[in-house]
């Protein structure tokens, strides 16, 4: 999972690390690896409940992320169900880019683009991400 309880930042090093104990596996046990995808629903795309994963899999977790690191409210839902529902039908995302009308219009594109539907978006919204870090001074 990509999600804020999962971002370490160490002191003197700006860069970020992303860690996951919470699915890791002893990859000297075949049998341990899972062919079911796992997460947080609250940080999982809407394909994750169709059991379709993709590169573009951890991007929709970012910019999910980026809202709630940027202090934005959290979408409530009552159960998963609900959750997925709004995820389906695209309530979900749109909720937080509502939430994002005060952000830099740049982080709100950048943001939008990482909860796009479109994989290809969402890769080019990561680069567009790694080469803003990139230009960031150390």
Do not use: C
Not at 21 to 31: D, V
Not at 47 to 74: C, H, I, P
Request: hydrophobic share 35%.
């Amino acid at each position: 999972d990509i999600k804020p309880d999962n971002i370490v930042v160490g002191h003197g090093n700006p860069v970020p690390i992303v860690t996951d104990f919470g699915s890791s596996i002893n990859l000297k046990e075949p049998a341990s690896i899972s062919k079911s995808i796992s997460g947080t629903p609250y940080f999982m795309p809407p394909e994750a409940w169709q059991n379709r994963v993709g590169y573009a899999f951890d991007a929709y977790s970012l910019g999910v992320s980026a809202t709630l690191l940027l202090g934005r409210t959290k979408f409530q839902s009552k159960n998963d169900d609900e959750l997925r529902a709004a995820k389906m039908s695209g309530e979900f995302h749109r909720g937080l880019l509502v939430d994002l009308e005060n952000a830099d219009s740049e982080k709100k594109q950048w943001i939008a683009a990482l909860l796009s539907s479109e994989d290809q978006t969402r890769l080019a919204a990561l680069k567009q991400g790694a080469n803003w870090m990139r230009r960031q001074p150390q």
